[in-house]
Structure formats: C-alpha cells, structure tokens
C-alpha cells in the first residue's frame, strides 16, 4: 500500500457481527417486523445491486451519475476544496467525476472515503492512488450514522452523500443525521447531497420490482445473509419480494411477504420465530423528495442549500449547501 495511504478504524472487530445480531433481534421482535437494508450488501448482494444499477427500470444510478458528469465541475468551482468526504464511499466510481473536476480546478489534495467495509474501502482506495499519483488517501472504517465526529478536518471540505441514500433514513434519522454533518462542518464547508425526487409510481415502483427479478433476490438476500452469519433456518423460497408506493410518507417500501405459515429458528440468538402466511418483514425504505422538502429539512439542520442541480426527467437531483 502507498505511503499516501492512511486508515483509521473506528469500529471494534466484531462490530458488523455484533450489529447485525442486535437489529435482527431487534427488527424482527417488533410488530410489523423490520430489518435495516444495510444488511442486503455481503460479497453477494453487493453484485446483485451492481446489476440493479445497469436494469433498463432501475434510473438512479445512471441519473445520478450523469448529473455528476455534467456538474461536477460547477460543484468544484463552487466550493474548490482540497478535501473530498464520502460517507458510505463503497466502490468510489461515481466519485472520481468529482476528484477529476477538483484536480482540474487545482485544489485537490485528498480524499476520505467513509465505510463500514475494509473489503470494499482498501480494494477501492488501491485503485484511485494508483490512478491519481498526487492524491493522499484516508480511509476511515467508521459507521457514517454514528462516527461523524471523526471526520478529518482540512482547509476546505466537500462531505459528499451520494446515490440518494438518504432516503434509507426515517424523518426522525435523517434529521439527527443532517444536524450531525452540520456539527462537524467549518465555514468553508459544502455538503454535497444526491436525492430521489418524487416522480410518478408507475415509473418508480418497477425500479423497485423489475422484470427480470434481480431486485426480488437482492431483497431475499438478507434471509440468506441471516442464515450464514446467525445460523437461521430462513426458507429462502417461502418468501415473495413486494415493493409499494406510501404515497402518505413519499417513499417506496420493500418487504418480503411470507406465502405460508412459518416457523423460524435463529440459533445464534436463541430466537423462534412465528411469521404468518401474508406477513411481511419491511426491509427498506425508500424515501423520494420533493425540492421544497428536502430544503426545509436541510434548513431545520443548519443549512442553506446554494445550488440545485437536476436532469430533464426531474428524477434525480443533487444540491450544494453550505452552513448557515
């Protein structure tokens, strides 16, 4: 590994292990029944979503992308940083249309890719420091809800939020979310947020529920993922995956309705488990914005949104804040 490479590890070894232990008893003790979808995304789920992204139903990623190919060089020429954050960095792709636009501004000088996975934070950092040889690399392995205190300062930051993750957060989250960047932030700070606008659900929900039934086994693997690492006895094929609109909370809900009566065992927590045919476990939400909400919701944090970039569909947006 290059010399302009550093990590820090903010998280204890058996964390993830520990994490999901806790949300599993936790999500699915409750009524209804829930489980965090960071859980959809080991080695294999990870590659599911990779196809996700390139399904003719699924429109965010390559949105979102687009818009940072087109602005990126309007978000360095507002805020010309020489420290680029990215909470919840996973691959780093999208990422190098802003380290190229604040390379060719002048101002760059590192990058902080924040994620809970060594696996996907060090094979992706080896690769930018091989393609940008002036580039200084921290990598930190931190929890982006709980440890943003522990952001690096630097001169100037952009703390960028991509692929409108957001919108995996309730109201209540997001808020003690965004209020925490704010905290953190110095003057000469921007927050670079990527969000999904409400659009209509006849395009929207297939994003969710393609044809193919990529997103049905990217969902069904939580089931598997619970079986692996808590020694569960989940039938994997007695679930169906269901993606509905709540036009009430403005976002897309995924579950996995079970087709019989269930009986569960989870070994590893001494937990039995009673799912009835028809019963759902919600494992996502999807939270899809309005340009006036999400404005309000940034301002009740500490924030004045400077800059809103959008495509022509009006599907996707990203918007530049800085302090208030």
Same mark, same amino acid.
């Given at each position: 590994? +290059?010399?302009?490479?550093?990590?820090?590890?903010?998280?204890?070894?058996? *964390?993830?292990?520990?994490?999901? @232990?806790?949300?599993?008893? @936790?999500?699915?003790?409750?009524?209804? &029944? /829930?489980?965090?979808? &960071? $859980?959809?995304?080991?080695?294999?789920?990870?590659? =599911?979503?990779?196809?996700?992204?390139?399904?003719?139903? *699924?429109?965010?990623?390559?949105?979102?992308?687009?818009?940072?190919?087109?602005?990126?060089?309007?978000?360095?020429?507002?805020?010309?940083?020489?420290?680029?954050?990215?909470?919840?960095?996973?691959?780093?792709?999208?990422?190098?249309? =802003?380290?190229? #636009?604040?390379? &060719?501004?002048?101002?760059?000088?590192?990058?902080?890719?924040?994620?809970?996975?060594?696996?996907?934070?060090?094979?992706?950092?080896?690769?930018?420091?091989?393609? *940008?040889?002036?580039?200084?690399?921290?990598?930190?392995?931190?929890?982006?809800?709980?440890?943003?205190?522990?952001?690096?300062?630097?001169?100037?930051?952009?703390?960028?939020?991509?692929?409108?993750?957001?919108?995996?957060?309730?109201?209540?989250?997001? @808020?003690?979310?965004?209020?925490?960047?704010?905290?953190?932030?110095?003057?000469?700070? +921007?927050?670079?947020?990527?969000?999904?606008?409400?659009?209509?659900? @006849?395009?929207?929900?297939?994003?969710?529920?393609?044809?193919?039934?990529? /997103?049905?086994?990217?969902? &069904?693997?939580?089931?598997?993922?619970?079986?692996?690492?808590?020694?569960?006895?989940?039938?994997?094929?007695?679930?169906?995956?269901?993606?509905? $609109?709540? +036009?009430?909370?403005? $976002?897309?809900?995924?579950?996995?309705?079970?087709? /019989?009566?269930?009986?569960?065992?989870? #070994?590893?927590?001494?937990? +039995?488990?009673?799912?009835?045919?028809?019963?759902?476990?919600?494992?996502?939400?999807?939270?899809?914005?309005?340009?006036?909400?999400?404005? #309000?919701?940034?301002? #009740?944090?500490?924030?004045?949104?400077?800059?809103? $970039? /959008?495509?022509?569909?009006?599907?996707?947006?990203?918007?530049?804040?800085?302090?208030?």
């Amino acid at each position: 590994m +290059s010399d302009r490479f550093t990590l820090d590890s903010h998280l204890p070894e058996d *964390y993830l292990a520990t994490a999901l @232990a806790a949300d599993v008893r @936790a999500g699915l003790g409750a009524t209804p &029944k /829930t489980l965090p979808p &960071k $859980w959809f995304y080991d080695e294999r789920g990870s590659e =599911l979503f990779d196809q996700i992204t390139e399904l003719p139903e *699924y429109y965010p990623t390559r949105t979102e992308r687009e818009l940072l190919r087109t602005h990126s060089g309007d978000v360095a020429v507002a805020c010309p940083a020489d420290t680029l954050v990215e909470l919840g960095s996973g691959s780093s792709e999208k990422t190098r249309l =802003l380290l190229d #636009a604040l390379d &060719k501004a002048g101002t760059l000088r590192r990058y902080v890719p924040v994620d809970v996975s060594p696996g996907a934070l060090i094979p992706a950092s080896e690769a930018l420091l091989a393609d *940008y040889r002036e580039l200084e690399v921290h990598g930190l392995i931190a929890d982006f809800e709980k440890h943003l205190d522990h952001l690096p300062d630097a001169d100037r930051r952009i703390i960028a939020f991509l692929g409108g993750t957001i919108g995996n957060l309730t109201p209540a989250q997001r @808020a003690d979310f965004l209020s925490g960047i704010r905290a953190g932030m110095g003057p000469a700070d +921007s927050f670079l947020l990527g969000t999904g606008l409400v659009i209509d659900p @006849a395009i929207l929900v297939p994003a969710y529920d393609d044809a193919a039934g990529v /997103t049905a086994e990217f969902n &069904k693997n939580v089931l598997h993922v619970i079986n692996r690492d808590l020694s569960a006895d989940f039938d994997i094929d007695s679930f169906e995956h269901v993606a509905v $609109w709540d +036009s009430v909370n403005e $976002w897309i809900e995924m579950r996995l309705r079970s087709r /019989t009566d269930q009986q569960v065992r989870i #070994a590893d927590l001494d937990l +039995s488990l009673t799912i009835a045919a028809g019963e759902e476990i919600r494992t996502e939400i999807s939270a899809k914005f309005q340009r006036a909400g999400i404005e #309000a919701e940034l301002a #009740a944090a500490g924030f004045t949104v400077t800059h809103w $970039w /959008t495509d022509p569909d009006q599907r996707f947006a990203l918007s530049l804040s800085e302090p208030a």
